[in-house]
């Protein structure tokens, strides 16, 4: 599954979900890196 997630303040990150960790981060992978942050919430359509 895609997911976007953020590192640091201002940095967004997508890629292939790896693992979900206690912390409430989401663990990510981009071609051979894997990047970890906390996941962008999904926008609410009105």
């Given amino acids: ?3 976007t ?3 640091g303040s201002c940095v967004s ?3 292939l ?3 979900q960790l206690a912390d ?3 663990a990510v992978a981009v071609g051979d890196k ?4 906390y996941p962008v ?6």
């Fill in 1 to 3: 599954m895609l997911r």
């Fill in 5 to 7: 997630i953020t590192v």
């Fill in 13 to 15: 990150v997508q890629g």
């Fill in 17 to 19: 979900v790896q693992a």
């Fill in 24 to 26: 409430g981060r989401v």
């Fill in 34 to 37: 894997t990047f970890v942050g």
């Fill in 41 to 46: 919430p999904p926008v609410r359509k009105s």
